[in-house]
């Protein structure tokens, strides 16, 4: 949900207020799609509305909470219209539900087509993540849905996104959550390889381990090479079978350098990430 601009982003202007025609900031500057490493390019800004419902929280609640269903999505191409018999392409095609959560618990299913949100209509998948990000954890939501061509009407209380689902940051102290110096690997987060990481990812059934879901730019992990969607197969010649096991092999090392044996679409490569001139 980026504004797309002409505007120049080069390196440390990320940030920077996107100004209308009439003065008023529309959005922060974030990031360029350039084919040189210039600012020949098409730049990305935040929204400002996103911008300040991201300040509010972090003013009132100290971080930002964002509202989780625990459903995959898909857009509604004209082959899946008419498979499903639906009269339009409006609405989002639920593919798969995580076991356990709020969108299981309230009873939506795999192939359902959500229409609506409180009365509001759906527009597509993308439309409808970002409005239940939005909605403050714990609130119960009105949801119509098309099920096998028929309307169903549910009620769902909307969960909080957290990395309790699978997700794990390492080089985190055990006690606290906080960055420790401990750790190694500090910036890089992972989650389980679960169904939908594997649909998202195209990552084959055979591929075991755990996927980076997001690295720090300024870290040592990032100017190794690591970057999102690396499943990590090995730490230090130790097998990594889910992010807990990442976990435990980067808490309290005797070396701040790490060898990782990744798995990406490219092959599988081993990564040593030096975190020692840290």
């Known amino acids: ?63 930002v909470v964002r509202g989780y269903l625990g459903v995959s999505l898909q857009e509604l191409t004209p082959e899946l219209v008419d498979s499903f018999k639906l009269t339009s392409r409006s609405g989002a095609l639920v593919s798969d539900v995580v076991p356990g959560s709020p969108a299981a618990k309230g009873g939506l299913k795999s192939g359902d087509v959500l229409q609506k949100l409180n009365g509001k209509k759906i527009d597509d998948a993308r439309h409808l993540k970002l409005t239940v990000a939005n909605v403050a954890p714990g609130t119960e939501v009105s949801l119509e849905v098309l099920r096998e061509g028929k309307p169903v009407d549910l009620k769902i209380k909307v969960g909080e996104n957290t990395d309790k689902t699978g997700k794990a940051k390492l080089g985190d102290t055990a006690e606290n959550g906080a960055a420790g110096d401990e750790g190694t690997l500090n910036g890089v987060g992972v989650a389980d390889l679960d169904p939908r990481m594997r649909r998202e990812f195209d990552i084959p059934a055979k591929v075991q ?60 490569r081993y990564v040593v990430v030096d975190e020692s001139g840290d």
Do not use: C, Y
């Open 1 to 63: 949900d980026f504004i797309q601009t002409d505007a120049a982003v080069n390196p440390g202007s990320s940030g920077g207020p996107l100004v209308g025609i009439d003065g008023k900031v529309v959005g922060v500057t974030s990031a360029i799609k350039t084919r040189t490493g210039g600012f020949q390019g098409i730049g990305f800004a935040i929204p400002s509305n996103l911008a300040r419902s991201v300040m509010e929280q972090l003013v009132s609640n100290g971080k």
């Open 209 to 268: 381990g755990a996927i980076v879901t997001e690295v720090d730019p300024s870290s040592a992990a990032a100017t190794a090479g690591l970057q999102p969607g690396d499943v990590i197969q090995e730490i230090n010649h130790h097998p990594v079978r889910s992010a807990d096991e990442a976990v435990k092999l980067t808490e309290k090392t005797e070396t701040k350098k790490t060898l990782l044996r990744v798995w990406n679409q490219q092959g599988v």
